[in-house]
């Protein structure tokens, strides 16, 4: 339950850096944006932590469960589990807790792992009784309640990360 930090480079035993504890386990992987390592919880609890310290920087909520966080450009986007796209400023809003930036519109769908390329938003999308799904595409700069650009279908469901190159989305 928490988040560690080691050296790039050590020899067995390799102690860490720094730990951070967190209230429950983190959801997914962590994200380094901005001097900060970013992480969400399984309860919905994101982590905003200083990157050479582990000092918690600032934190704020979603439903969980969370998948891995995406960044781009000082925001970092996280799917709630209730099938929204959340954005926090990276840099956080000069408190403890902080409110997302916006919250789009719920898909109705689970959403994943948000990938980010040309100003888009790319996430993967499974229905609630997990037999289909699409990739849902959303604007970086959306306020709240806003719906997908566009919805690329699948005829099934997209639980992991996109890769976009080349003006084509794998």
């Known amino acids: 339950r928490g ?11 390799c102690a860490p850096l720094w730990v951070t504890n967190t209230q429950f ?5 962590p994200t380094v944006a901005g001097g900060l390592v970013m992480v ?21 909520a979603v439903t969980p469960i969370p998948h891995a966080i995406a960044t781009a450009h000082g925001v970092a986007y996280v799917a709630s589990g209730n099938g929204e796209l959340v954005a ?13 930036l916006w ?7 689970s959403l ?13 999308a499974l229905d609630f009784v997990y037999t289909k799904g699409d990739v ?9 309640g806003c719906e ?14 996109l890769a976009i190159a080349g003006g084509r989305i794998y």
């Open 25 to 29: 386990s983190p959801a997914a992987a």
């Open 3 to 13: 988040v560690y930090a080691f050296p790039g480079s050590c020899t067995t035993p």
């Open 88 to 100: 926090f400023a990276v840099a956080g809003c000069g408190e403890g807790v902080c409110n997302p």
């Open 148 to 161: 997908p650009l566009a919805t690329l279908v699948l005829g099934g469901a997209n639980e992991t990360p």
């Open 40 to 60: 969400a919880d399984y309860q919905g609890t994101l982590y905003a932590l200083d990157e050479a310290t582990g000092i918690v920087q600032w934190k704020g």
């Open 136 to 144: 849902l595409a959303y604007p970086t700069t959306c306020v709240d």
């Open 112 to 124: 994943f792992t948000p990938t980010i390329a040309n100003g888009v938003v790319y996430v993967g």
């Open 103 to 109: 919250t789009s519109a719920p898909s109705g769908f």
